[in-house]
């Protein structure tokens, strides 16, 4: 929960709830402070009045402004309970208790301001200074928040700032003002300026127009929330703008060009405003996982926002189904059938990228999502309940789903499925021939693609020699090795003797090489 530089106390019930989260928590990390001393029942009262003595404390004692030592009391839950389980605890003096031991024993006042400004309890120790507790050592970080605070950023998101550029905190409190301001005469909003500043920290640490990748970071987003009123057509707050912002960042992720976002912002705005973060994040990825050019797919979104609103996650395809209705010719779609029968049969849609790269479509698929085809995606649909079913998985299926190892089984189908085997008798085959967890044949799987196999070759390999998912990383990796720099061939020779890599290597590769060159 966002918490304002405005925010009042926590409620009985806040801390219940925080309360039970630290609880479960404990009892799966060791690392973190326990308050097993207190009983549970007055834990909940012993932990408000610790914020309120350690806010008192940090007030009167320490001189800070009574918003920030609030906001620091109130969100360093793991400091403060760590704290609380160095005190003697009595449910009729806590309180007195409390404070005379801060009167005695000062605390680490960046430890529990870290924690406040949102960096994890257990990650504070890697941004603490060496010697420094006090504010009173070094100010500057405590003013840069302040006056962060004060302008409108929430309390509890500074640490995202401080973590990504943590020289903001180093920066005078004029400087920052400045930056500010300068964002503010732009036309941007209060709220809108916090947003985008959460997103793009660099605008805090620079002075506009010191260099033009900042120059046209800054015209995109003019044009995205000035020159085209998002404002009057977003109900805005700074959760909000900050949506926004990290929608634009995805795009500069992708490889899109700052200053080519606005360009096309005309008619690509309901991007940022219609559609939900996590669907935005849904189809980068989904189409991320074609394996094409990544600004290719920053543009196609752009180009066609309407593809934002279709639904995947629950959706079933027949393979076959599917290509007719994208409009596969079938002379082609004949000799796909032909090359790829593993590939067939049912699958989910969301598991379509890989489909797409073990048929070696995917480039034909998204170039008929560049051409503007996406509403053949959208109005798929199986022709009937039975369509593209095979009796022989299905029965199968039974018998894992009953066996002794079922879930282990399961997931090990599920990870054919997800790289584009379908619901077929050739995926069941290989669920007794290849021997592995399915994170396990994951990791083997990509460490094959990140060696430079194609995707669909791969797949190939597993179908003709099943096996080679059985060999370990490390033996793989000599393997290949072995083949390209000894050997002197190129990793395509492979999708027509993929056995190589299930052989041993010293024992039978090797010496049967040896024996070649010398019998040449």
Excluded at 198 to 218: C, N, R, T, Y
Excluded at 442 to 459: M, T, V, W
Aim: charge should be positive.
């Amino acid at each position: 929960m966002r918490l304002s530089s405005s925010s009042s106390s926590f409620s009985l019930t806040s801390l219940s709830v925080l309360l039970h989260t630290l609880c479960r928590h404990f009892s799966s990390n060791s690392k973190l402070p326990t308050l097993t001393k207190i009983p549970y029942k007055h834990r909940t009262r012993a932990i408000k009045q610790a914020q309120e003595v350690l806010t008192d404390y940090l007030h009167t004692t320490r001189a800070l402004p009574y918003t920030y030592a609030e906001h620091i009391s109130k969100n360093s839950f793991y400091s403060l309970s760590d704290l609380i389980s160095q005190v003697h605890f009595s449910a009729s003096d806590f309180r007195r208790t409390f404070l005379k031991f801060l009167r005695y024993n000062p605390v680490n006042e960046f430890g529990f301001f870290y924690e406040s400004i949102g960096i994890d309890y257990l990650d504070v120790p890697r941004f603490s200074k060496a010697n420094v507790h006090f504010f009173s050592d070094d100010s500057s970080v405590l003013d840069a928040a302040c006056k962060l605070a004060a302008f409108g950023f929430p309390w509890d998101k500074l640490g995202s700032l401080y973590v990504e550029k943590f020289s903001i905190f180093g920066k005078e409190p004029g400087f920052l003002s400045a930056r500010l301001n300068g964002l503010l005469a732009i036309g941007f909003s209060n709220q809108q300026v916090v947003g985008i500043c959460l997103a793009f920290p660099l605008l805090l640490d620079v002075e506009l127009g010191s260099s033009g990748e900042i120059d046209a970071l800054v015209d995109d987003l003019k044009r995205v929330f000035v020159d085209f009123d998002l404002g009057s057509q977003v109900e805005g707050n700074v959760d909000v703008w900050y949506e926004v912002s990290r929608k634009i960042k995805v795009f500069y992720d992708l490889g899109v060009d700052k200053g080519k976002v606005g360009e096309v912002m005309d008619r690509s705005k309901t991007v940022f405003i219609d559609y939900p973060e996590k669907a935005f994040v849904e189809k980068v990825e989904f189409f991320c996982r074609l394996g094409v050019n990544k600004t290719d797919v920053g543009f196609l979104l752009l180009r066609y926002p309407g593809i934002l609103s279709i639904k995947f996650n629950d959706r079933v395809i027949s393979v076959l189904g599917f290509l007719n209705h994208f409009g596969v010719q079938s002379k082609k779609l004949k000799r796909v059938m032909h090359r790829y029968p593993y590939v067939f049969g049912r699958n989910k849609m969301v598991h379509l990228p890989h489909i797409l790269r073990a048929l070696d479509l995917h480039e034909w698929f998204f170039n008929r999502m560049k051409c503007g085809y996406y509403y053949l995606w959208e109005t798929y649909d199986l022709n009937s309940p039975d369509e593209g079913a095979d009796e022989n998985y299905l029965r199968n299926l039974e018998k894992v789903k009953s066996s002794i190892r079922s879930d282990y089984t399961t997931s090990k189908l599920q990870f054919f499925h997800w790289i584009g085997f379908g619901e077929n008798k050739f995926t069941v085959k290989l669920l007794t021939a290849v021997h592995g967890s399915a994170s396990d044949l994951q990791e083997r799987f990509d460490f094959l693609l990140n060696e430079g196999i194609e995707f669909s070759k791969i797949c190939k390999m597993i179908i003709s020699s099943p096996k080679v998912l059985n060999q370990e990383i490390p033996s793989l990796r000599q393997k290949i090795d072995y083949f390209r720099e000894e050997m002197g061939l190129s990793l395509e020779h492979l999708e027509g003797f993929p056995a190589y890599l299930m052989y041993n290597l010293e024992k039978r590769i090797k010496p049967r090489y040896r024996f070649h060159n010398i019998s040449v």
